[in-house]
């Protein structure tokens, strides 16, 4: 071709030391090879770097780690469970120790959730690594990767599912995973679990869809709780089914293909059938009603920490208690009486085995610790008083006589006399009068002393308010402080705090408090005396047959205008207080504690022991025995005063009259034992074992001791106690 006219054609530039344009291309691939390369290491460098140091500078949270508030199980002697209560936040939660947990569940859950657990650190990054690419391509989150450390720090903490939230997950779970074994960490996802509707934790799970305890599940409910967690209410067995057994199924699957159960056991466990309603509460099943106890329960459950509070009721003679006493209340509605309370102790070892607490109109008051007048109960104390101090034994003659002190007149219950009467008759027929001449003989502050370190009293008076009708129901106590101070006579006079618990820490009532060690308050040969003469035969016989050759001790008591009925049974074995009344203090005249109380305690005793045992002699009261091991001896003291020596006999107190009182009066007998009346005088202080001079109305009278027996003559007179030193005493008296 020819070039056009006028123009000229200029040659191509030479191209000198240029590369050809092939190798440009190759370069520029390779930099974006390597850059494609370097940013996702950049990026995962710069991600575990923020990540750790995250885990290094942040520290964890305790309040994150604090345990939520447990549910209350209360158990008898036996395990077998009383009464369930909810936890404040109104979830089922009983969370469990490793040992309390079946192996299936354990390796269930790993199984199902988190098949490397063992060999990660908390977090588990291949599978992170796989949830993230599918997260990144469904643009949301898809995938969790959760291990089981991760839904550990996700159930104390829950937070809506985010990148960021899932990345502090992460961070928290592995400060979780230095900081806890293994072991805790599993443990404490199986006791935060949701497992359906309120029911959090391994621990309620078993016990509400299998009514037995976490371990003894069987492989195949193992399996279904294990996959309870993931969608607990979608996968519950009583709503859901066939969605539980396909649940159930892909867990036992997972076990197998690990290696943790072999075929055989799948086919079996996948042919279990499935749980079709919740197991009610102990409380609220008829066969399993914790029989009159619940006042009581209720107590214990929020008195004491922890999910499981382990009693020592027996159930079977709660149970027995309980029908004992409905029957007997509903012969007594007629009569209008509408409640009444139980407790039986066991003397060995001061636990109750038994709180009966019934009222009408369902009334959940625990009656057990209500403070009633004690009526004539406290009279064995007080015999047991005058027998240890070697004047008085059970043979000694005592005066059922009219008798009167100042502002004071006492009567017996049928109004009759019955004049000269041993202790042991006059304290098992619960005369009156004599009960009152032996309380002045023992002296009131001396009795209060008595009375408050058995326990029986609350220290809710100073001795000096207590007068004679400490005898006959001028004090006040709780059947359970009347079950401990006569398990202490069947003791031998040592006594105990009755407890409800096994556990050294377990609740106590009267003096000692948790974990007092047992110390003597009388001696053995007075409790045996006392015993003794409240156990004949035929005075049992007259209430209940069935008890008469179990050698039974027991003393009734009724308080002023018929507002309570008592009775304390007493056997080698248990101590039966049983009281009667209405809530509202109202009295009535079928309130009497022969005909309302004593029927009620003798036939739990008969129920309760069908073999007899005597009450040892003096020979064996007297016998020091290994039952003292242990033991602290110390004299009774005022309530909450301290334990006070006894005073040294180089130290003399002034000499004064104890007996009579000032100013009081004495009727005069004329019937047939006229004859023998006297009137004790008695003085203390002064110096020990020293002879007193004694005058009435000036004349001499005798020289003796600190007491001196005197025939009475109608009149006022005057006594006067005088000692070698010149020290005296005088107290004005009338003689009707």
Known sequence: MSALPGKTQAAPAANVGAAPPVRIKKRRWKRLVLIAAALPAAGAALFFGLFYSAVVCCPYPSRDAAPPPPAK????????????????????????????????????????????????????????????????????????ASTLTMQVQRLRRPRRRSWMNKFWQ?????????ASTKRAILLEYLNRAPFGG????????????????????????????????????????????????????????????????????????AAEPLPKRLAPLPQDASRNSPFGALPTLVRLAYS??????????????????????????????????????????????????????????????????????????????????AFAADGMTPRSLLRDVPTA????????????????????????????????RVLREVGVQRAVQTLAATGVMAATRWPFAYGLPLAIGGAEASPLQLAQAYSLLARGGVAEPIRFTKKSGGATVGRGGTGARPWRVLPRRACWQVLRSLSGPRRTAAICPDAAHLNVAWKTGTSSNHCDAWCAAVTSRYSVVVWMGNLSGRGN???????????????????LQSTSSHWPGRAVADRVTSADAGVLIRPAALPDAPWMPAPSAKISAPLRLLLPAPNEQFIENHGPDAAGQRIVFRAAGGRPNARRWWFVDGEVIKKCGNRLLWKPSVGAHTVRVVDAAGHGSAVNFTVK
């Open 198 to 269: 309120n029911l959090v934790g391994a621990g309620a799970a078993s016990r509400f869809y299998f009514h037995r305890p976490c371990a003894d599940l069987t492989l195949g409910q193992a399996a279904l709780l294990a996959g309870l967690p993931q969608n607990p209410n979608g996968y519950q067995p009583q709503l859901h089914p066939r969605r539980a057994l396909r649940r159930r199924l892909h867990v036992l699957r997972r076990m197998a293909a690990l290696g943790m159960i072999d075929q055989e056991q799948l086919d079996a466990a």
């Open 304 to 385: 004491h920490s922890g999910a499981f509070v382990y009693t020592t009721i027996d159930k079977n003679i709660q149970r027995a208690a309980y029908a004992i006493l409905r029957g007997h209340m509903r012969r007594l509605r007629w009569a209008g009486v509408r409640a009444g309370c139980v407790v039986v102790a066991q003397n060995s070892t001061a636990e109750v085995r038994a709180a009966v607490s019934v009222a009408a109109h369902g009334s959940q008051i625990d009656l057990t610790r209500v403070i009633r007048s004690t009526g004539s109960t406290l009279k064995p104390f007080i015999y047991a008083r």
């Open 589 to 607: 005249p079928a309130l009497v504690g022969e005909s309302a109380a004593a029927p009620v305690a003798l036939r739990i005793v008969a129920d």
């Open 405 to 436: 002190w100042p502002g004071y007149i006492p009567a017996d219950y049928d109004r009759r006399f019955l004049g000269r009467i041993t202790a042991s008759h006059a304290l098992a027929e619960s005369r009156n009068i004599p009960a009152l």
């Open 73 to 144: 199980m209360v158990l008898d002697n036996h395990g077998h469970a009383l009464a369930m209560f909810v936890a404040s936040d109104g979830q089922w939660r009983f969370p469990l120790k490793y040992r309390q947990v079946s192996p299936y569940l354990l390796k269930a859950v790993v199984a199902v959730e988190d098949s490397r657990f063992y060999s990660n650190h908390g977090v588990d990054w291949l599978s992170v690594g796989r949830a993230a690419i599918d997260d990144a391509l469904a643009a949301h989150i898809v995938r969790g």
């Open 170 to 178: 992460a961070v928290r779970a592995v400060q979780i995973a230095k």
